[in-house]
């Protein structure tokens, strides 16, 4: 078994590559693998708490949450990118971090695949 | 080397694809880089297809879009996102979005 990181860039909640992304990493989770998903910019807005479910609207929290439970699964918000937006650490979704890029650099340098979905 | 390429849209990316050269190439449709597998214009198919390479194509992006599996081009492959995570892990050593 692998491991995947994926990093995700400038995406709000709702986007395509940001939906792919999630589904990506719960296919590969699923298979066994292990999947470390990093976002940045307006993608960081996925790691926010108390996001509801509207019908035929993205909904990304529950799997994410299922994911985190795997414990093959880890999640990485920029947190400058979560500052200059404006929401906090006690405003974060359970399982989430938050670091610099770094994280995500350590990340790729460890990883077996690496998927960069920039922005859109 | 051996690439894996996602394609994300229709209207971009094309003259990223023309440039590229592998040892062996995949071309992985995604998004609303679905209509590369199943629109033609002017009675001609995506020229990104004359590519020598590998297509693919995601069935939950086809499928979101109103098109089937008989809507795709003989020259792609539907596939499911367990089937991308087995591309990604045994086919392709690098893999990059457009």
């Known amino acids: 078994?692998?491991?995947l990181t994926i990093g995700c860039f400038s995406s709000l909640v709702g986007s395509v590559s940001l939906d792919f992304a999630v589904k990506l990493s719960d296919a590969?989770?699923?298979?066994?693998?292990k999947?470390?998903?990093?976002?940045?910019?307006?993608?960081?807005?996925?790691?926010?708490?108390?996001q509801k479910a509207f019908k035929d609207?993205?909904?990304?929290?529950?799997?994410?949450t299922e994911l985190f439970a795997t414990g093959n699964f880890q999640a990485t918000a920029c947190e400058a990118c979560a500052e200059a937006r404006g929401y906090h650490k006690d405003d974060t979704m359970e399982g989430?971090?938050?670091h610099s890029m770094d994280w995500y650099l350590a990340s790729c340098f460890?990883?077996?695949?690496?998927l960069h979905i920039g922005g859109d | 080397m051996k690439l894996g390429v996602?394609?994300?849209?229709?209207?971009?990316g094309s003259d990223i694809i023309e440039r590229l050269s592998a040892e062996k190439l995949g071309i992985i449709f995604v998004g609303n880089g679905v209509y590369h597998a199943t629109v033609e214009e002017n009675g001609k198919a995506s020229p990104v297809l004359d590519k020598s390479a590998t297509f693919y194509v995601l069935t939950e992006d086809l499928e979101s879009r109103g098109f089937g599996s008989a809507d795709v081009d003989s020259r792609v492959k539907p596939v499911t996102y367990s089937d991308v995570v087995d591309l990604i892990f045994n086919d392709y050593e690098k893999i990059i979005w457009i």
Request: aromatic share 10%.
């Open chain 1, 110 to 114: 460890g990883a077996d695949r690496v």
């Open chain 2, 6 to 12: 996602f394609m994300s849209d229709f209207r971009s």
């Open chain 1, 57 to 64: 609207y993205s909904h990304l929290a529950k799997t994410l």
């Open chain 1, 35 to 50: 999947v470390d998903l990093w976002v940045s910019g307006n993608a960081t807005m996925l790691s926010k708490k108390g």
């Open chain 1, 1 to 3: 078994m692998g491991k």
């Open chain 1, 96 to 98: 989430w971090k938050r």
């Open chain 1, 28 to 33: 590969a989770v699923k298979k066994g693998h």
